[in-house]
């Protein structure tokens, strides 16, 4: 019993120790593959940091704009979430089959955030609506946050 305690107690503070690897970096510091994502697609927001993120599944990148806005990447640059807080989502980013989607059945809404990961999209609309759809871009689920 004693072991199981000291394992379990070893676990812990690996857990505590490796939960606080957050560390600002420069933007050079990215992923080329990110670096050229964000010049391209918010080349007139200001950087306010970029931190990089290590965990225990590898290594996440964040980039925060003075306005609030935000993006993460993966590890190799590939970009994993957009929030928009006082902007919307440029829609050369929203993948094609998706932005007409939002297009044909929600012609006043922007799109505020754009969330992937290995199973599926979020999108969170202007209009309070949240869409997740699969990696075929087919829409599996909708809600409405008024709701």
Not at 3 to 32: G, H, R, S, Y
Not at 57 to 64: A, C, D, I, R
Not at 67 to 75: A, L, T
């Amino acid at each position: 019993m004693k072991k199981f305690m000291f394992l379990l107690m070893c676990v812990l503070t690996m857990q505590v120790a490796m939960a606080d690897n957050d560390k600002p970096i420069t933007f050079e510091q990215l992923p080329q593959t990110a670096q050229q994502f964000v010049k391209q697609n918010f080349p007139d927001l200001k950087i306010a940091f970029v931190k990089m993120e290590k965990d225990w599944f590898g290594t996440e990148y964040s980039v925060m704009f003075l306005n609030g806005d935000k993006i993460d990447f993966q590890k190799d640059g590939q970009w994993k979430e957009i929030k928009c807080r006082r902007s919307t989502v440029p829609m050369q980013v929203v993948p094609a089959q998706i932005r007409n989607h939002v297009k044909t059945n929600y012609p006043d809404a922007n799109v505020l955030s754009i969330e992937k990961d290995r199973y599926e999209y979020e999108v969170r609309l202007s209009n309070f609506w949240e869409l997740k759809f699969d990696l075929k871009y087919n829409l599996i689920d909708m809600d409405h946050e008024n709701d």
